[in-house]
């Protein structure tokens, strides 16, 4: 990625390659702001809304284009702003070279923070604001002249003055969302994640074939991740009884069913719309769909009843079917892989294998589906504090980990009170497992004895299926223990179960939430990470492990909220 007509770095914008933070001693050396001799570097990238021609013309040959080759497009017109809290400049072999950062910016101010209760929220977030000298009016006209939402914004911090540029490591690197003069130029800033608040799904256009009829014009397009048991489809073609529940390649279509009585595969699947509305399809019987214009089912009679399929979802680059790969492919839909921290998904694949199903009928943004295959599975997504996303799950603390001590932390530590769901502890877990997606009421079952056993009709009237974990010692001997339930996207019992296990381990009597205080030694950690913590009070003299959920930070002040 390019600022400007200088290149940024040597990698793409959002790839994990500016240096990692300093080694901790170069840190945790001066934690006072009179002795710390860091300097924090902000680059800005303002759009200029400005309008330019292609580099080149394409060749034509008569009126016709002359091959198929792309030719090169310009970047988005931008400006770029690089800044400090004291002024600084590059050497004249560095990275960046001979480049000025004039010292007009305040130290960053922004709140990171994961959830600690399941079911709270996406996880990562971070939210900030930067504050840049104005009182000369030089920057009076910014906010009208040019726009920073959504523009890339990277803070970063060298642990001394005389460190490189290439030494920079990034503490924020996100979005703007909007900006104001007066004194000051105000940027407040979000972490990459803002860029998901846009739809998930596509509208059908009404245009007929797998666009839908004019019934469905502006309807939004149905999507299905993982085994999705119970879905519903749009009927796109009533002529033809063709039902699409996927905007795109699925991976299979394992059953269809009327009013719950399955209907027998005619064995033949279709990889486009037009191959199967040709087809034919006999009296009784079904056709799956699985194509790159769509995905879904036709069927070769009328139905009587209700129509619902389970199905096995998004193929696109593979088939996925649990936590961490639905998630990504749900982010891939707005943001490019290499806004990812592939890392992440990888460990939670590892750790978290259990099959889900995610089944989206209704337009929501890709953010808040993304929040809720991760909240149905007690995890999170978002930035954990390097400028990509991630994933994970809150995990009881571990040894090990960065060490801080009186010497690093610049105030008093402060216990915080438990959030009341968790809190003095938790003795039971209820988990939801094996999604329904389209319930049927009784009149909606077809009778006996198509539907025989009253487990399965049960089955196609429930949501889903509940499984219940619980240490009652804990509710005796704590009167106030609480108990959590949560609706999960697992389809088996045993995945279910063990996300209880490990939610009651995670929530036993005992934990706590205290606020540290440090200097830059703050930025090393990671959102999730293991720290131990050593203070004369609070149970904290010898030492404890405790997993990092928040930072505050405040130029040269960090206070890190923890959870163990």
């Known amino acids: 990625m390019t600022l400007g007509t200088t290149a940024w770095g040597v990698v793409a914008w959002g790839v994990r390659s500016h240096a990692a933070l300093p080694a901790p001693a170069a840190f945790t050396a001066a934690a006072q702001d009179s002795l710390c001799d860091a300097v924090f570097l902000v680059e800005l990238q303002p759009a200029t809304g400005a309008e330019v021609a292609p580099t080149y013309k394409p060749l034509t040959w008569g009126t016709c284009a002359w091959g198929t080759l792309p030719y090169p497009q310009p970047a988005a017109p931008s400006i770029r702003l690089d800044l400090s809290d004291r002024d600084w400049t590059s050497r004249p072999d560095d990275v960046r070279p001979n480049v000025h950062f004039e010292g007009r910016c305040e130290p960053p101010q922004f709140d990171r923070s994961i959830p600690i209760v399941p079911g709270s929220g996406r996880a990562a977030v971070s939210i900030g604001e930067l504050q840049i000298v104005n009182a000369d009016g030089i920057y009076d006209s910014y906010p009208d002249a040019y726009a920073i939402d959504a523009a890339p914004i990277r803070v970063a911090v060298l642990p001394r003055r005389s460190s490189r540029y290439s030494d920079a490591g990034t503490v924020f690197g ?63 073609s ?54 790159s214009d769509g995905s879904g089912w036709r069927l070769g009679t009328s139905p009587g009843g209700t129509v619902t399929a389970d199905v096995r979802g998004d193929a696109v680059g593979g088939y996925v079917s649990d936590t961490a790969g639905v998630i990504r492919r749900l982010l891939e839909r707005g943001v490019a892989t290499s806004a990812l921290a592939l890392s992440s998904f990888a460990s939670m694949s590892a750790y978290l294998p259990g099959t889900i199903g995610y089944h989206v009928g209704e337009q929501k943004t890709i953010a808040a589906a993304a929040t809720e295959v991760a909240v149905a599975a007690a995890c999170w997504w978002g930035d954990a504090g390097d ?114 296990n490990n939610l009651l381990t995670l929530y036993p009597p005992g934990r706590r939430y205290y606020r540290v205080p440090v200097g830059l030694a703050g930025y090393l950690p990671r959102l999730g990470d293991t720290i131990s913590v050593t203070w004369p009070r609070w149970g904290l003299a010898g030492g404890k492990p405790l997993r990092l959920v928040g930072q505050r930070a405040q130029g040269r002040r960090v206070d890190l909220l923890c959870f163990g």
């Open 238 to 291: 009533p002529g033809l009884l063709i039902y699409r529940c996927h905007d795109r390649l699925m991976q299979a279509v394992d059953a269809v069913y009327i009013s719950g009585a399955p209907v027998t595969w005619d064995g033949t699947v279709y990889t486009s719309y037009a191959a199967l509305g040709a087809a034919t399809v006999a009296p009784g019987r079904y056709a799956a769909w699985l194509g």
């Open 387 to 500: 400028g990509l996303l991630s994933v994970g799950r809150l995990a009881s603390p571990l040894g090990g980990g960065l060490a801080l001590g009186p010497e690093q932390i610049v105030d008093e530590v402060e216990p915080v009170a438990l959030p009341d769901d968790i809190g003095p502890c938790v003795w039971r877990v209820e988990a939801g497992y094996r999604r329904n997606w389209m319930p049927l009421s009784g009149t909606d079952i077809a009778p006996v004895p198509t539907i025989p056993t009253e487990d399965r009709r049960q089955e196609l009237a429930a949501q889903s299926r509940r499984v219940t974990v619980g240490l009652p010692e804990r509710q005796r001997k704590s009167p106030l223990a609480k108990a959590l339930t949560l609706d999960t996207l697992f389809d088996a019992e045993a995945d279910a179960t063990a996300l209880c």
């Open 174 to 236: 996100g979005q703007g969302l909007d900006w104001w003069a007066d004194g000051s130029l105000h940027i407040r800033m979000r972490d990459a994640g803002y860029l998901l608040d846009v739809p998930l799904l596509s509208l059908y256009g009404g245009t007929g074939g797998a666009d839908g009829g004019a019934e469905l014009t502006g309807k939004p397009m149905r999507q299905s991740y993982g085994l999705c048991r119970g879905v519903s489809g749009d009927l796109v």
